[in-house]
C-alpha cells in the first residue's frame, strides 16, 4: 500500500507517453487524458491518506507534471502547426523560467526541485481544463489562461526559491508564512 501514490503517478506518465500513438483520434486522446488527470489528484490524495507522503513522490509527481505538458505541447503543435506560433513565446518564457528555478534550486538548495504551491496546483487543474477544452473545440484561445497562470505561478516559485532559507517542497504560497519545523 506504501507506493500506490508512486504507482498512481508513474501509471500517470504512461498514460500520458501513449496520447501522441493516438492522435489520430481525439476521443481516446481525451479519454487517455482524462486517466491521467484522475491520477494526478488521486495520487496526492492517497499519499496523504496513508501518509506516505516523500520527496521522491513530490520529485515524481513534479517529473509527471512536465512529461504531461510536453506532451500536450507536442499534441498541440501536430494539431494545430503554424497556428501555435503565437503562442509560442509565452510557452517558452514559461519553460525558461521552469529551468531557471531548477537551476536556483540545484545552485541553493543542492538539488533539483518544484514547490507544490497553490499557484502551481491550479495552473496543473487550468492545464487539464484548458487542454480538454483545447481538444474538444481546437481552440487556442483555451489555453491562454493555463500559459498566464502557470507564468505568474513560475514567478512566484522565483521569489520562493530565491527568498526561502531551506527548501520547503510544500510551501502554499509566498503569501503565506512557511510552517515552524521543530
Not at 507517453?17 to 491521467?36: E, M
Not at 507564468?151 to 527568498?163: K, N, P, R, S
Request: glycine content about 6%; hydrophobic content about 60%.
Amino acid at each position: 500500500m506504501k507506493h500506490t501514490a508512486n504507482f498512481l503517478t508513474a501509471l500517470r506518465i504512461a498514460l500520458t507517453l501513449l496520447i501522441p500513438a493516438f492522435l489520430d483520434d481525439r476521443t481516446i486522446c481525451v479519454i487517455l487524458f482524462a486517466a491521467a488527470g484522475l491520477t494526478d489528484v488521486l495520487d496526492g490524495v492517497v499519499a496523504r491518506r496513508l501518509d506516505v507522503a516523500s520527496k521522491l513522490g513530490a520529485r515524481l509527481d513534479s517529473l509527471a507534471d512536465m512529461v504531461m505538458f510536453g506532451v500536450m505541447i507536442a499534441c498541440a503543435v501536430v494539431w494545430t502547426g503554424a497556428g501555435l506560433l503565437t503562442l509560442m513565446p509565452y510557452l517558452i518564457a514559461v519553460a525558461l523560467i521552469r529551468f531557471a528555478n531548477l537551476a536556483i534550486a540545484a545552485r541553493r538548495f543542492h538539488q533539483f526541485a518544484m514547490i507544490h504551491t497553490w499557484a502551481n496546483k491550479l495552473t496543473g487543474l487550468l492545464i487539464f481544463i484548458g487542454f480538454g477544452v483545447y481538444i474538444l473545440t481546437d481552440s487556442l484561445t483555451a489555453l491562454i489562461p493555463v500559459i498566464a497562470a502557470a507564468g505568474l505561478a513560475a514567478l512566484e516559485e522565483t521569489a520562493i526559491m530565491l527568498t526561502s532559507k531551506e527548501l520547503d517542497l510544500d510551501r502554499k504560497s509566498l503569501f503565506v508564512r512557511p510552517e515552524e519545523k521543530g
